[in-house]
């Protein structure tokens, strides 16, 4: 791999600020500024710089017509029941996007209601979210252009398919909470927007966000405030409504912080203009779920003095933690992550389904729902089809027998699975609608000690003929080790076409997963976080150096790639440990971490990281932002960089600086590459978009560590 002939027109600045006493430069400040026209000629040449070094790339179509062939399984959901209705999201082979469907009948045919490419050919519009009213009869969604993420609000008539409501712009992230229909009165139902800009200064548009009770047909400027005036500018909020309009519960945090305050309120008592919220849970350092359910109890899902999860009851009427009983106790080795009741008039008592994780894979179990307690023996399992994820545990808003959720493993895109609960079956209830050959591959979950001792594991990908009849390398062969470690997120087993693609290539794909992540419970992420952040990027030098010494591959032949914090993540390792790869992949990153609060949607990840305004945090972020830790004269591994102009999470401007600063001070004579996209951001694309992207990095990294693509 050879770097480019010539160089950019990047001028350094000789800008240096003093921020808690430290001398701090920034010699790419201009390039924080899109539209300056100097960053405009620099991109420019990035983006030809960028062509000519793919179009050499060997391997480009094939991987990409093998990509769009994993892909074609397409995708369907789980279903969304109103009454007779059932609302599902399902993606057709070869179809762009997802698209909502309902039938009106058991029996019945489906019919479309959103479809994104539909509205826009062009691709460039998703659908963020959908919520379907009490009744079935309307539906709320909320569609994006451009990849921005800025939703805008729209109520459609489901008989119909006409739009009756909308549009209401800046609910970006928004929930939504419906009222069940009361005669006379118009339909309602309770949200979050943001402030109108023209209240803002401009640096603190993209927050401020207020609860609203919005009815259906009125200008949303005269839409009623219940909650938010007062609280932090980066609250995020989220609002829940009982089936029978009795109860209202919202929850706030401050940005992405592991924690949140919750409130409830009787709405028969206070109306739902003015409800008069009483405290669930507030001050406290943890995160809680809470909903009243069919039995009026209320539930609450909390890590309150449980890091992997108990499951509580109380009296919606007494609801403080004083007066919470523990219904599930914490699990020694299992994370709880989902909760469902099953209390239909079939079964002979009531059940309680819960989700659970261990090491990232999951498992469900059933319940006593008065007790808590586990049903013994086989009674107290659902058995799942293999090693791997089960999401969303869904039932009938009005109760019954039957549970749905879906279920993927790396060979198995998500199947929706039925469980009836009256005599304990597990049958498909929808599988993808196209079928593809996935190439024989064995994934193993590996141990490993990182720098201090702790044990982190990993999950490596290999063809099955590549390995030995103990599962272990018959050689080393080109791997990617890829990696997040952030925000509680955790990295679990999934169908992943580019892993797919890349392992039938003949390379090793490989997920770490690191502390920061969730995949050990709440201990787990803040031992990655604020003043911990060091942990994370050990724990990935640890598997990289693992991943050569158990003969997996070599340091020549090893790509890491990451995004968003993922992409702060490898930048870390490429700055820190450039000599243990030979390649990195770092797509729309966190890279200058001394002014990230400053851009996107930096200011409410300062809980997660720290705050530049505070000197012993600044010291943290310092310590290991990649921008500020590139040495002149090193010899860096290729590095790809990708970004997406319309992203309004993380700003472009963190690649274009570290790239600057790379391609000035690499002696390696490897090349430093930005692949720039517009009209799509940081979030959901496109299925031709998404397979450009791979097709890309994949080809970078194969020819990064020498994986042979022709």
Request: hydrophobic share 40%; glycine share 10%.
């Amino acid at each position: 791999m050879e770097t480019p002939a010539t160089s950019p027109p990047a001028p350094r600045l000789d800008l240096v600020e003093e921020l808690h006493g430290v001398a701090v430069g920034d010699p790419y400040r201009w390039l924080e500024d899109a539209g300056d026209p100097r960053t405009r000629e620099w991109s420019a040449w990035q983006d030809s710089a960028w062509e000519r070094f793919a179009a050499g790339l060997p391997g480009r179509e094939r991987l990409e017509r093998r990509v769009r062939e994993l892909m074609a399984t397409g995708a369907v959901g789980a279903p969304v029941h109103r009454g007779e209705r059932v609302f599902r999201s399902r993606r057709d082979p070869g179809a762009e996007h997802a698209v909502l469907r309902v039938t009106d009948a058991p029996g019945g045919a489906e019919r479309v209601l959103v479809d994104p490419v539909a509205l826009d050919p062009s691709g460039t519009t998703t659908l963020d979210s959908w919520r379907p009213s009490v009744e079935g009869d309307l539906l709320a969604y909320q569609l994006s252009e451009g990849g921005s993420e800025e939703s805008v609000l729209r109520v459609l008539d489901v008989a119909s398919g006409e739009v009756v409501d909308g549009p209401v712009d800046r609910a970006r992230y928004s929930p939504v909470a419906w009222l069940p229909a009361r005669e006379g009165e118009p339909r309602a139902f309770y949200y979050v927007r943001r402030l109108p800009p023209e209240e803002l200064p401009e640096a603190e548009r993209q927050y401020h966000r207020r609860v609203y009770l919005h009815r259906v047909g009125t200008d949303p400027a005269g839409d009623v405030e219940v909650f938010g005036a007062g609280r932090s500018m980066t609250n995020y909020y989220g609002v829940w409504t009982s089936r029978d309009g009795r109860w209202l519960v919202v929850s706030a945090s401050d940005g992405t912080a592991p924690r949140n305050d919750v409130w409830i309120a009787d709405l028969a008592a206070s109306g739902p203009d003015a409800p008069v919220l009483r405290e669930v849970v507030a001050g406290v350092d943890a995160q809680t779920s809470a909903w009243v359910g069919r039995d009026g109890r209320l539930y609450l899902l909390t890590d309150l003095d449980a890091p992997r999860g108990r499951l509580a009851v109380a009296d919606p009427a007494e609801p403080g933690v004083a007066h919470w009983r523990e219904l599930v106790p914490q699990a020694d080795d299992a994370l709880l992550e989902d909760v469902a009741v099953l209390d239909g008039p079939e079964l002979a008592e009531p059940l309680l389904v819960l989700g659970w994780t261990r090491h990232a894979v999951s498992s469900i179990s059933v319940h006593d729902l008065v007790t808590g307690r586990r049903r013994p023996g086989a009674a107290g399992t659902i058995e799942l089809p293999g090693t791997g994820s089960a999401g969303g545990l869904l039932t009938r808003p009005e109760g019954g027998h039957e549970l749905w959720f879906g279920f993927t493993t790396t060979t198995s895109p998500a199947h929706v699975h039925r469980f009836d609960a009256r005599d304990g079956s597990l049958v498909v209830d929808a599988a993808p609608p196209g079928v593809v050959d996935v190439p024989p591959v064995t994934s193993r979950l590996l141990e490993y000690l990182s720098d201090d001792g702790t044990v982190v594991r990993l999950q490596v990908t290999a063809r099955t003929d590549a390995l030995d009849e103990h599962g272990r390398p018959r050689s080393p062969a080109p791997a990617i080790l890829y990696g997040y470690g952030g925000f509680g997120i955790s990295l679990s087993p999934h169908y992943a076409p580019d892993a797919l693609a890349w392992v039938e290539a003949g390379g090793v794909h490989a997920v770490a997963n690191l502390r920061g992540g969730g995949e050990e419970g709440e201990d787990w992420h803040r031992a990655g976080m604020r003043e911990h952040k060091q942990n994370v990027f050990d724990d990935f030098h640890a598997a990289a150096r693992f991943l050569v010494e158990q003969g997996w591959t070599t340091h020549e032949r090893l790509c890491v790639h990451g995004g968003s914090n993922g992409g702060l993540l490898v930048g870390a390792a490429l700055t820190q440990q450039p000599q243990l790869f030979a390649g990195v992949v770092c797509s729309a990153p966190l890279l200058d971490m001394v002014r990230y609060e400053q851009h996107g949607l930096g200011a409410t990840w300062s809980d997660e990281y720290g705050t530049a305004a505070v000197a012993e945090e600044f010291g943290w972020l310092l310590s290991y932002s990649p921008y500020h830790r590139v040495v002149e004269g090193t010899a860096y591994p290729a590095v790809l960089f990708t970004v997406f102009d319309g992203d309004s999470r993380v700003d472009p401007l963190h690649a274009r600086k570290l790239c600057a600063a790379l391609q000035h001070a690499t002696s390696s004579g490897r090349p430093v590459l930005l692949r720039r996209e517009g009209d799509v951001g940081h979030g959901a694309r496109s299925v031709s978009r998404s397979a450009g992207l791979v097709r890309d990095t994949l080809a970078f990294a194969a020819a990064a560590t020498g994986l042979d693509l022709s």
